[in-house]
């Protein structure tokens, strides 16, 4: 009788911390939010052009390094809305799931979907606020649990579990985007597109154009949705200078 007694009482206390440990389930954040921020000297146009596309993802992303053989397949255009990144590990810390851009404000912000595929889709987005004259980048991640009852339990620790990755990653984009040159920078200034030729002659100074310009562009690849040249100077050829007329285009991927 005296193991029937404590086996029953196992039994007993067995499903008490069950029901309990269900019912707390329902008192469990059902959203959780993931937020960290660095600022840099970089303008948002500069951050905007790295982060508005995934070609450049690996080379601040926190999780690149997990797995070097990691296969990655891009799809969509190669920024903006519908850029979209798949990748494939056998690695369980990196697993398999994609990331595709669902909205952007040009310069401002860029919310991308996760998917998770069984372990969820939150949504991921970066937010650029002036800062002086550089930017305060804002990395967050909002996830849902209201149909995921399991996650729920996950919910009250993905800050200290996901925020050091992404205060990893921000370091790294910062160190990217201060290197990389200005989204915003001028072109090309109007009296650096001037050649002096003698006065009368109208065609010496052609060949000195054509191969000093190349070297005084300098070229700028902005978001695949930016129509129509980026600067103009007019044509003025007048006795003792050629001044060219540039037209430049985004750079098209």
Do not use: C
Request: hydrophobic share 40%; charged share 20%.
């Amino acid at each position: 009788m005296g193991i029937l007694r404590a086996l029953f009482v196992f039994v007993v206390i067995i499903v008490v911390a069950f029901v309990a440990l269900v019912a707390l389930g329902f008192f469990l954040p059902r959203h959780s939010h993931v937020e960290r921020s660095i600022e840099t000297s970089a303008s948002p146009a500069t951050v905007f052009d790295v982060v508005s596309g995934f070609k450049r993802f690996n080379e601040w992303s926190p999780w690149a390094s997990l797995d070097p053989q990691t296969r990655y397949t891009y799809s969509g255009p190669a920024s903006g809305v519908g850029a979209r990144m798949q990748w494939q590990s056998d690695s369980p810390d990196v697993g398999s799931g994609s990331q595709e851009i669902i909205a952007v404000e040009p310069d401002r912000s860029v919310s991308i979907r996760l998917d998770f595929g069984q372990k969820g889709q939150p949504i991921s987005k970066m937010t650029l606020l002036p800062a002086g004259s550089g930017t305060r980048i804002v990395w967050s991640m909002d996830s849902d649990f209201s149909d995921d009852f399991a996650g729920r339990y996950f919910a009250p620790f993905l800050d200290r579990m996901v925020g050091p990755d992404f205060e990893r990653g921000l370091a790294q984009l910062k160190r990217l985007v201060e290197v990389t040159p200005p989204a915003d920078a001028p072109l090309i200034a109007p009296e650096d597109a001037s050649v002096e030729t003698p006065a009368g002659d109208t065609s010496a100074g052609l060949p000195s154009l054509a191969t000093s310009l190349p070297h005084k562009l300098h070229r700028l690849q902005r978001p695949a949705d930016v129509r129509g040249p980026r600067a103009a100077f007019p044509l003025d050829l007048r006795q003792g200078t050629h001044r060219a007329a540039l037209l430049v285009w985004p750079q098209q991927q």
